[in-house]
């Protein structure tokens, strides 16, 4: 018979209601109740000629000899799925200083007001903004982390300045964002930052008291502050020229509504419900702020719940961890999410440039140097970038990273939309080769996933809709 | 091939490589055209027509003192039918193939490019299936590009061939035509889209043709028949295109034209839109989702639901167009298709309302 079903390449999970998930080569899905994942492997022709269609247009059923047509879409979509790190590195960031008026009690880096010798050298901001120069890439993003970066305006300027005056030549589509509190943000810096299209990013843990809990200064008004740069941001340069991020604490764990609450009454359009990672931090903290990937499950739902309540209001408001996995899931562009990219994103897609005149991977790898471990280095800061790329660090982030080499990954339905992530791996073991399902990325990532997939199988026409709208890569000024 | 001229414009259009026939509206223009037939100029012949018009591109039958209009300027639909051959059998094809040979139609159709007077906006390329031609289909399309810059092509194909990576290279190589590949799919699955166009392996053929036009970075144009066996599978088929296809332009949902083997396949053919409403909804929506731009052709907003009514276009060409007795009275007659002029002899797509004004509104 000409259109005999046969079973192709698949992986599969049993998700928690009992139904079987199921993904094929080119990353579609299917959900079967368990006895007909029975029938599916066993006598696929005894399934109802629409289900066998359907199978077939999700590439798990075809035939013994799949013919070029259906190859060539199969390869195409699996080049998609993967294809965002090879254009060079994309994302610079620069730490001009770990000075911070905080002293958040999660946080490994940032130093005090009064020390003189954590901010990067002239010479070290100059020869960063000309290596970002040496990538191919013809769109790239300068971000400008600390520390506190506004406390250092003048190397923030300095900096933009050069990158600028280079691009009249190289003609590249640069954007800048500058992380920040924002309580230095006065009116003149917001007129520079307007006239040169930089974007703030912020933070906002929540309402006033867990924001003025997880980030105490002298004054205990951050939360105030923080407001108040926005407002000002907003006002000279636009609503959405200022962004949030927020970091889940312990302290957190219980106010999942709340902290979306004050997103949606701040006016944000995207929250970021992001986890902190239970080695994060220094040590001596650990049973203070750390709580389990399951503690952090229970948060993630409730808080994911309340955005989709908001979204249903008509509010303007994405999930963006929830929508970086949709995208994986559902969208045939992807958006490159550097954790999840396969190899990883971290030193071939992303560099950092530290206070310290070195060059490392990720922002997560350069904490790491300051707990002591400088094992992620790829170079000083004036070596080639080609020389970067070339160096062992990287080469060793890139074998961690490649799901064909993780036999665990290779079994997971999810391998088309994660991978390992040797940083992390790094952080919690001291060695970035360890097996990916040992670590807390691993265990939080199918968590999500299975939450997400099952949350698609129950969804009507009106959540289907709304899901694969947060799928839909976001258009990059807005992030 | 003749282009029609009127006497006054003979000597601005003349050229040695092109064949003039003049509207003489009295003995003496006739006098004077024989009078330069006899000093040399073979190209120019008199007619006498009140149908012929100034910028006719015109086929003479000689024996029976008739001439075919091939293109008018003055018309908005422009085609050139290419061949009557065809590797599919679609159970509504509106144009049943024939084995003959026709492969003169491309000389005539290179002819008729030459002798267009001014390069039309939009010029139809149909059959048939114009791939069966080969290098003689790129032998019109550069045709075009030489002689009516500008203009943009429309190629009505099935897209099999191009899964044959020489058919592609010969077609597809250096093409400075601007082309839009009109390309019909009609199942998610081989044994669905194979059904209906009777033509076991046309499915796999017609995505590797698809992908060979994205490998050229052209433009395409999916084309989706709205008979029984595809709205069965419709919203499937939406959400196939979405994760597989992304690069095309936009989906053509179509209204099935009631003539050809639609007629003999009527049970499988002949539809009430108005009864598929849900269908139609649900399928623009998974396209909604995967951000492809999608419209509605040969179907009247009476049988859509009002919720597509924006999507749905002024489709049918000028002269196969047609309004019934309901469509008089009917307050959205100027933004709706209409019928096909042979729906009296077939179907109509769904029973036909008046829509009142209120109903338009609302």
């Known amino acids: ?479 | 091939m003749h282009r029609v001229v009127s006497y006054a414009n003979v000597a601005a259009e003349w050229f040695p490589e092109l064949r003039l026939l003049v509207l003489a509206r009295s003995a003496d223009e006739r006098a004077a055209i024989e009078d330069l037939q006899s000093a040399g100029l073979p190209n120019v012949r008199w007619v006498e027509s009140s149908v012929l018009q100034d910028g006719d591109i015109v086929v003479p039958r000689s024996v029976k003192d008739e001439a075919v209009v091939l293109l008018r300027e003055s018309d908005t639909h422009h085609a050139l039918f290419m061949t009557n051959r065809c590797n599919s059998y679609c159970l509504m094809c509106s144009q049943p193939p024939t084995p003959a040979d026709d492969s003169w139609l491309v000389d005539e159709a290179v002819d008729a490019i030459r002798h267009l007077r001014s390069p039309p906006l939009l010029l139809g390329l149909t059959g048939g299936e114009p791939l069966l031609l080969g290098v003689g289909l790129r032998r019109v399309l550069d045709a075009v590009s030489k002689y009516l810059p500008g203009t943009q092509v429309e190629i009505l194909t099935n897209g099999r061939l191009f899964s044959d990576w020489r058919v592609a290279a010969q077609i597809l190589t250096g093409l400075s035509t601007p082309v839009r590949w009109l390309v019909p799919l009609y199942g998610h699955a081989d044994f669905v889209h194979d059904f209906v166009v009777q033509a076991p392996g046309a499915f796999d053929e017609t995505l590797a043709g698809l992908m060979a036009l994205q490998a050229q970075r052209q433009q395409i144009q999916l084309r989706i028949v709205l008979i029984e066996p595809v709205l069965q599978v419709l919203p499937e088929l939406a959400s196939f295109i979405g994760r597989n296809l992304p690069f095309v332009r936009e989906v053509a949902l179509m209204g099935c034209e009631p003539i050809g083997f639609a007629l003999a396949n009527r049970e499988l053919c002949e539809v009430d839109l108005a009864q598929w409403s849900d269908t139609l909804e649900l399928a623009a929506r998974q396209l909604r989702r995967h951000d492809i731009p999608h419209l509605l052709m040969n179907a009247p907003l009476c049988s859509l639901p009002k919720a597509l009514w924006p999507i749905a276009q002024r489709s049918i060409s000028d002269w196969k167009n047609v309004y019934a007795a309901e469509c008089e009275a009917c307050c959205v007659k100027a933004d709706c298709s209409g019928l096909f002029a042979w729906h009296e002899r077939g179907w109509k797509p769904a029973p036909l309302r008046t829509i009142e004004s209120a109903e338009a509104i609302a």
């Open chain 1, 1 to 479: 018979m000409a259109y005999a079903p046969k079973v192709q390449p698949f992986r599969s999970r049993v998700l928690a209601d009992g139904f079987v998930l199921a993904t094929s080569q080119s990353g579609d899905h299917a959900f079967f109740a368990p006895g007909e994942f029975d029938q599916f492997r066993q006598s696929p022709q005894l399934l109802s000629l629409r289900r066998q269609a359907e199978l077939r247009a999700r590439f798990l059923l075809g035939d013994s000899h799949p013919s070029i047509g259906v190859r060539r879409l199969i390869a195409s979509r699996i080049a998609a799925k993967r294809d965002t790190v090879s254009a060079g590195p994309s994302l610079h960031i620069l730490i001009p200083t770990l000075q911070c008026a905080h002293s958040c009690r999660y946080c490994q880096v940032s130093r005090s007001l009064h020390d003189q010798g954590h901010t990067l050298s002239l010479a070290d901001i100059d020869a960063a903004c000309d290596t970002i120069f040496e990538s191919p890439s013809p769109t790239l993003t300068v971000e400008f982390q600390g520390g506190d970066p506004l406390l250092r305006f003048d190397l923030i300027e300095r900096a933009i300045l050069r990158i600028k005056a280079r691009n009249v030549a190289e003609s590249r589509r640069i954007r800048f964002v500058v992380a920040s509190t924002l309580h230095q943000l006065d009116a003149p810096m917001c007129a520079f930052f307007k006239a040169h299209g930089v974007h703030l990013s912020t933070s906002i843990d929540g309402p006033r008291e867990l924001h003025n809990r997880n980030r105490p200064i002298p004054g205990r008004d951050s939360y105030e502050r923080t407001v108040a740069g926005i407002a000002l941001a907003r006002e000279r340069m636009g609503h959405d020229s200022v962004a949030a991020l927020m970091t889940t604490t312990k302290a957190s764990l219980d106010h999942a509504d709340a902290i979306v609450d004050e997103y949606v009454r701040l006016g944000f359009r995207e929250i970021f419900l992001r986890p902190l990672s239970s080695y994060g931090f220094a040590k001596r903290n650990q049973a203070l702020l750390g709580y389990s990937v399951e503690e952090f499950f229970a948060f993630y739902r409730r808080g994911l719940e309340r955005v989709l309540h908001w979204s249903r209001q008509g509010v303007d408001i994405r999930e963006v961890y929830t929508s970086i996995l949709l995208n994986k899931m559902l969208s045939t562009f992807d958006a490159g999410y550097v954790d999840l990219q396969s190899p990883t994103g971290a030193g071939s897609s992303v560099l950092v440039y530290n206070y310290d005149g070195h060059v490392y991977p990720s922002d997560e790898a350069r904490m790491l140097a300051e707990t002591g471990d400088t094992s992620l280095r790829m170079g000083r800061i004036g070596t080639p970038l080609q020389s970067l790329l070339a160096s062992p660090v990287r080469s060793v982030l890139i074998d961690a990273s490649d799901v064909q080499k993780e036999p665990h990954c290779q079994a997971c339905p999810y391998s088309l939309f994660c991978a390992p992530n040797p940083v992390d791996a790094q952080a919690q073991f001291g060695t970035p080769c360890v097996a990916a399902h040992d670590t807390e990325h691993c265990q939080r990532h199918m968590g999500m996933f299975d939450a997400l997939f099952t949350k698609l199988r129950t969804a009507d026409d009106d959540m289907q809709d709304l899901l694969h709208k947060w799928a839909q890569p976001v258009a990059a000024e807005q992030t």
